[in-house]
């Protein structure tokens, strides 16, 4: 296992489209591990593979408190999304120290492979559900904070390119 660098926004290579998987081989099953190794030292929640600039659609979640309930989707899709939805405050470890609010459904269904290649649904709700619907966004190139008022998305793009720049100094 690894520890992949996270892309930082604005990085441009955060907006690619991630393609589907096409063999959930041994290749794809090192990315989940090293994918899985870099979300928990990174204490984040979930990780899509866009951000480890792996384009291929490959997302890790674990929401639990213990952090030892790894969840793998493999070219995940929404079978089904709740018709209510919520503000709900965000972060990412794409975009570190920065926490807003986004509009997600309460509760979605997805389809999705396993690590095995093995077809699963996931009926999820509360901070799974929103989790899900942030990683399945980097898949399409989409930053959480893009939901935000141009004002803000900028204001948050000049203090990311400013701690860049400091931290490469
Ligand atoms: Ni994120």
Not at 148 to 165: D, E, H, V, W
Request: aromatic share 4%; with cysteine; net charge negative.
């Amino acid at each position: 296992m690894a520890y992949l660098p996270i892309l930082c926004y604005p990085d441009p290579r955060l907006h690619k489209v991630a393609q589907p998987v096409q063999v959930v081989d041994a290749r794809i099953r090192a990315l989940v591990s090293d994918m899985l190794e870099t979300m928990y030292e990174a204490k984040g929640i979930g990780l899509a593979a866009t951000q480890v600039n792996v384009h291929e659609r490959v997302i890790v979640i674990d929401v639990s408190e213990e952090r030892d309930q790894p969840l793998v989707l493999i070219n995940p899709e929404l079978v089904w999304t709740s018709p209510t939805t919520h503000l709900n405050e965000e972060g990412c470890l794409s975009v570190p120290g920065i926490y807003d609010g986004v509009e997600r459904f309460d509760a979605v269904h997805a389809r999705a492979l396993d690590r095995h290649g093995v077809v699963q649904t996931i009926e999820a709700d509360e901070l799974l559900a929103v989790c899900i619907q942030h990683e399945m966004d980097h898949l399409m190139g989409k930053v959480f904070v893009e939901y935000l008022s141009p004002l803000k998305r900028n204001r948050i793009k000049t203090k990311m390119l400013k701690a860049q720049r400091e931290e490469s100094r």
